[in-house]
């Protein structure tokens, strides 16, 4: 069957497809394209735009224009922004604001997490102390402080309250482990006193001696039958520069736990308390 080529004829070359009626040809500012959508040309763009008030706008720049940053507009829009920032933002009222530390005192933050408060505390010396207290009674749970070595890097954690806690034993990779049956000397303080345990000792109280060393400021703690001997510091003592006493000091033996109390003076219980206080001031909870 031949194939009629005429009403091909008319068929142009140019990839644009025809203009519905009514709508200007190619040049003009609304013409439409493929898809049936309107294409935007470079001319009569502020016709089809509306431009916000703001600095950026013809005249903002002059009192009295919509956009200036003094008109009642900007102003509206700035103090609703402030609102939205809360206390903390910028120029916010009734913030709590934090007095900067003083040069040479120790800066402290708190931190509430798992029902502990938690207080970092830096002193200008670079030493470091980590301090976590019961939410509820305020009772001290573990207490550890580390010191930069003499090159300047940073030493290892030393627990003054509390103990570490111990890696797993593997099979495997370890080769060696200590004894589930040798004594186990732990501080664990409450709210009055400072206490000590030392577990796995199934002695009996008689072969115990527990007293104070004066010239040296430690707790001395010795068996009769020279099974056990132990030399306990207090730094908190050292931190508000006190001595041993004596009368304050008291211990007992029971289920294989040896138990040694000292009855804190009142000067470290007041001491303790204020730096709790100044401490939760900065508190972040989580």
């Known amino acids: 069957m031949p194939i009629d080529y005429s009403k091909f004829d008319n068929i142009g070359d140019s990839d644009e497809e025809p203009q519905p009626s009514g709508v200007a040809g190619v040049g003009a500012a609304n013409r439409i394209g493929r898809n049936g959508r ?22 903002a720049g002059y009192p009295g ?6 008109s ?36 402290r933050v708190c931190m509430k997490s798992d029902g502990r408060k938690k207080i970092h505390t ?15 009674t305020d009772v001290l749970m573990v207490r550890k402080v580390r010191k930069p070595t003499k090159v300047g890097k940073e030493g290892d954690w030393v627990f003054e309250v509390g103990q570490a806690t111990e890696a797993a034993f593997d099979p495997y990779s370890d080769v060696m482990r200590a004894s589930t049956s040798n004594p186990i000397f732990l501080r664990k303080d409450t709210p009055e006193h400072f206490q000590w345990r030392i577990r796995n000792l199934p002695y009996p109280a008689d072969v115990y ?3 104070v060393d ?3 400021q430690e707790i001395v703690v010795k068996t009769s039958n020279k099974k056990y001997y132990k030399r306990i510091q207090v730094p908190d003592l050292l931190r508000y520069d006190l ?6 000091l008291s211990w007992k033996h029971q289920h294989s736990t040896l138990i040694i109390s000292y009855r804190k003076p009142p000067k470290i219980v007041a001491g303790e308390q204020e730096a709790l206080r100044d401490a939760e ?3 972040m909870k989580m």
């Open 38 to 59: 309107e294409v935007l040309e470079a001319g009569g763009l502020e016709e089809k735009f509306t431009m916000l008030p703001g600095n950026h706008a013809p005249g």
């Open 65 to 70: 224009h919509p956009g200036h940053r003094d």
């Open 72 to 107: 009642p507009e900007m102003t509206a829009l700035a103090a609703e922004l402030e609102r939205l920032a809360g206390p903390g933002g910028p120029g916010g009222k009734g913030m709590a604001t934090q007095e900067p530390p003083k040069p040479g005192e120790p800066q």
């Open 122 to 136: 830096t002193f200008p010396d670079g030493g470091e102390m980590v301090e976590e207290y019961d939410d509820k």
């Open 209 to 211: 001696s527990v007293l």
């Open 214 to 216: 004066h010239e040296k």
């Open 243 to 248: 001595k041993f006493q004596d009368e304050l």
């Open 281 to 283: 001031k900065s508190a």
